[in-house]
Structures are given as C-alpha cells and as structure tokens.
C-alpha cells in the first residue's frame, strides 16, 4: 500500500487560492490574540517597569474580551487553514540534494511547530474560559511561553510564505465548470460565517447586550447581587473567617499600624464608584461599588504617594492570596476598599467583609476577604 501523493486529492477546495485568503485572517486573529495575551500577562506582574496605567477603567475589560473572542475566531479559521493545506504533507521532495532536503525539513519543521503550538493554545485557552483544567503544569506560565514559540513560528511562516500569498491574491478565485459539493467562494463564505457566529456565540460574556445570543460564553452575568463569581468563599475556605466577629482590616506602614473593624470603615468617608470586574477568562461585569479610597487609609498610616501596596487575603492557599497594588493604582481615587455592591452590602462569595476593587486591572488581582495592607515602600 503507498502512501498518498497530492496528485491524489482532487478537490479544488485544497492549495494556495484558499489557504492565501484564510491565512491572513487568522494570521490578524493571532496576532491580537498575542498582543492582548502579552498584556494580560504584564498586568499581573508584581514588578513592572513601566507601571501599569489605572484608567480607562473599562481598558483591560476590553482588551481581555477581545483576547478571548479572537481566540474563539480563530478555532474555524485553522480548522480551514489546515483542511485546505495538509495535502502538501505529502509533497515529496523536488530534487534529492542534501541542501534541498534540508531546507524542505526545515519548512516541514516550522510547520508543524506553528501548528502545534496554535492547536495548544486554542485547546488551553478554550479550557481556561471555561475553567477546566485536566492538566498538572501552570496554565499561565505554560500559556505565556508557548505564546512566544506560535508567535515566531507565525512570522517564520509568513516569511517563507509571502511571495505565494501576494499571487494568490492577485488572482480572482475562478469559477468552476464542474463545481463540487462545495465551491471555494462557498467554503470561504462560510468561513466567514463560522467565524462570525463564533465571535457573536463568546463577545457577549464581555459585551452585557449580546448575552443572549452568546451561547459559548461562559459567564452570563447572573450571580450574587448581579455580577458572577469565580471562587466562591467556601471554596475559598475562608467562610468562618470572614464571618467571624473579630475580623478587622490592618493597614501597615513601617511601624505605623491601624486596625479597623467593618463599623470602622463603614463610619469614614464612604465613595461610591462604576467599575467593571473584568476576569483573565474574558467574561466582564460591571457594578457599582461603595467602600472607602484605599488612599485615604494609607493616609491614616503616614504612607506618601507613590508607595506599591501588599494585599493580602483572609484565603489560607492560593497563586493570588497576596497580591501587589501599583502606586498608581493605591493612589487613584477610584481605588476602593469596598463594602458594598449595589447599594447593598457585600455578599459573601463578593468579598465580605471588604474587598479591594480598581479601574483596569485583572479581576484576579481584585483581591476579595481582605486581610491586610503592607506599604512596601
């Protein structure tokens, strides 16, 4: 039995007239998709270089539903991509030279590398909107470095590939005389359909007014006092703790300290403030917050502006039970340790006792059952 030729799949839906008008797109989808995902990343480093910026508050909000919905886009856009090329698998090579066999291994290799480092990162990012997790390595570290491995086999690929693209897309895509099932400018059409309905099926975690046609978003909006909820407090573990009688917010700074009970804080300056939770898995809300400006009870401590902030959680376990809010961010007056949602007081799974809350910043990093506040400088 011999292994197949190309000569040996006919269909007019495989070659370089479809893969030249599929690719550029889904080439735009990874590239956003990169570029968001690498901010996502800088915004919940501890240490940043260039500080990240606290408004426009709904910034990080956008960029992370348009990180998730071209990652959704760009699923039906390979699946094409790879339908309208895999013949070339087995392509044999022109000449039998050494240096042709090794630039033709060489091509091959970038290929498969860019192929499979886009298949795992469709396959973990989807896993991670919706997350479930069957893997025992970090998502987030794991997800960044391949990130970095799709991104230089993608520009490798376009560079080998350009010359071939700009033809394709010079010739108009002929009509067939004897038309199969499906003709290209249908299979491109729906293409473009499919990765239409795949944006509409997820924006609308992101987007309030398209959640009822956003059937592949994983959050819908509904929740404890209308906003959703990733960790719960009991899964969190920390139900009797924040419930318990005694608790009271320490801010700290050198060796100046203040201990505030909830009646506490209720009693001083109470700002209320929109803003959106805006989760690393796309889905976003927006509420509108009451609590009092972490600004004003570093004050109470002597802090000076400019000072990063530690915040740390009544959570016993956890990558984000300690967290590290930027100078700008501590001196926004839009910063809240917040006490109530709504006109209402926090829910439990909300963050109740208190909860810090920010313009643009991960919803990882909104630190819920507060604890503490260091002044690290």
């Not at 501890?46 to 910034?59: E, K």
């Not at 473009?192 to 007014?209: E, N, S, Y």
């Not at 990063?308 to 340790?337: H, I, K, Y």
């Amino acid at each position: 039995m011999r292994a197949p030729a190309p000569e040996d799949f006919t269909s007019r839906l495989h070659g370089p007239a479809l893969a030249a008008r599929v690719g550029p797109a889904l080439g735009v989808c990874f590239g956003i998709c990169f570029l968001t995902g690498l901010l996502s990343h800088y915004a919940q480093q501890p240490s940043q270089p260039v500080p990240f910026p606290p408004g426009p508050a709904w910034g990080y909000r956008f960029t992370q539903g348009l990180h998730v919905v071209t990652g959704t886009v760009a699923v039906p856009l390979l699946l094409v991509k790879l339908w309208t090329v895999y013949p070339r698998l087995f392509d044999r090579p022109a000449r039998l030279d050494v240096r042709h066999l090794l630039v033709t291994a060489l091509e091959r290799l970038s290929v498969l590398v860019l192929v499979a480092s886009a298949v795992f990162m469709l396959a973990t990012g989807l896993a991670n909107s919706a997350q479930w997790y069957p893997w025992s390595f970090s998502f987030r570290t794991t997800h960044y470095a391949v990130a970095w491995v799709a991104a230089g086999s993608l520009v490798l690929h376009v560079g080998i590939k350009l010359a071939i693209v700009r033809d394709e897309l010079r010739r108009p895509l002929e009509h067939e005389a004897r038309p199969s099932v499906l003709t290209r400018r249908g299979l491109l059409r729906s293409t473009w359909l499919a990765a239409g309905v795949a944006a509409l099926a997820t924006a609308g975690q992101a987007v309030p007014w398209l959640r009822e046609v956003s059937v592949l978003g994983v959050r819908s909006g509904d929740g404890p006092q209308g906003l959703p909820v990733n960790k719960s407090a009991a899964a969190a573990g920390v139900t009797a703790s924040a419930t318990a009688p005694g608790w009271a917010l320490t801010v700290t700074h050198g060796d100046r300290s203040v201990r505030l009970t909830r009646e506490d804080l209720l009693a001083l300056e109470q700002r209320t403030e929109d803003l959106p939770i805006a989760c690393v898995e796309g889905w976003s809300a927006s509420g509108t917050w009451t609590g009092v400006r972490v600004r004003d009870l570093l004050d109470r401590v002597g802090a000076p502006r400019g000072s990063d902030v530690v915040v740390r959680s009544l959570q016993e376990s956890g990558p984000f039970r300690t967290t590290v809010l930027q100078a700008g961010f501590a001196d926004d007056d839009r910063t809240l340790v917040a006490l109530a949602l709504g006109g209402e007081p926090l829910a439990l799974d909300h963050g109740y006792p208190a909860r810090l809350i920010a313009p643009n910043r991960p919803g990882v990093l909104q630190t819920k059952w507060l604890d503490r506040l260091e002044v690290s400088a």
